[in-house]
T-cell receptor, first 112, second 115 residues
Framework: KNQVEQSPQSLIILEGKNCTLQ??????????LRWYKQDTGRGPVSLTI?????NTKSNGRYTATLDADTKQSSLHITASQLSDSASYIC???????????FGTGTRLQVTL | GAVVSQHPSWVICKSGTSVKIECRSL??????MFWYRQFPKQSLMLMAT?????????EQGVEKDKFLINHASLTLSTLTVTSAHPEDSSFYIC???????????FGEGSRLTVL
């Protein structure tokens, strides 16, 4: 069964601090992995998309890593800001039917 | 700006009425669109995949007659919640992959409250 698990479920950090969110998947065959940011009451917005051959991809203060061997990905947020408070969702796509499997998300809260 | 637009962004209706939610791809054609439901503090749950010109594919446990999906054109898919009840109150989101690139864009979501 294709599954995407994220940890931690929720996280509270101080503004300016860094944090790392984890995503483990059992999806097969693997096509790509995406990280999305979802503000409360809004639709998800894409942060990064990574294919099998990519190990690291950055988007501003967001850096995603992918280890296709261990089927793990991480999203590192540098110098967090209050506006980073949101849910972060990991989505893995299978190669054949382009079926998406969503992680349960990590709710991040950045405080003063 | 948004490349996938949903309308309405929020709607309140009486129990027993039907509500239609539209999902439009604004600057690209989408032969496929996805509909999700999201309950508070939970992740998105795929409800169905709408296919332009053919029947939608529903996920297990999703009632086809309850959630009618129509994908009449390459830029528009609609979700109709029929005979809505309070338990249908939720956040409904659509997404559309851009053909050839596969980039997946989400709409802003539609908050449905059934009284």
């Amino acid at each position: 069964k294709n599954q995407v698990e994220q940890s931690p479920q929720s996280l509270i950090i101080l503004e300016g601090k860094n944090c790392t969110l984890q995503c483990n998947y059992t999806v097969s065959p693997f096509s790509n992995l995406r990280w999305y940011k979802q503000d409360t009451g809004r639709g998800p917005v894409s942060l990064t998309i990574m294919t099998f051959s990519e190990n690291t991809k950055s988007n501003g203060r967001y850096t995603a890593t992918l280890d296709a061997d261990t089927k793990q990905s991480s999203l590192h947020i540098t110098a967090s800001q209050l506006s980073d408070s949101a849910s972060y969702i990991c989505v893995v796509t299978t190669g054949t039917a382009s079926k998406l499997t969503f992680g349960t998300g990590t709710r991040l809260q950045v405080t003063l | 700006g948004a490349v996938v637009s949903q309308h309405p962004s929020w709607v309140i209706c009486k129990s027993g009425t039907s509500v239609k939610i539209e999902c439009r791809s604004l600057d690209f054609q989408a032969t496929t669109m996805f509909w999700y439901r999201q309950f508070p503090k939970q992740s998105l749950m795929l409800m169905a995949t709408s296919n332009e010109g053919s029947k939608a594919t529903y996920e297990q446990g999703v009632e086809k007659d309850k959630f009618l999906i129509n994908h009449a054109s390459l830029t528009l898919s609609t979700l109709t919640v029929t005979s809505a009840h309070p338990e249908d109150s939720s956040f409904y989101i659509c997404s559309a992959p851009r053909v050839y690139t596969g980039e997946l864009f989400f709409g802003e979501g539609s908050r449905l409250t059934v009284l």
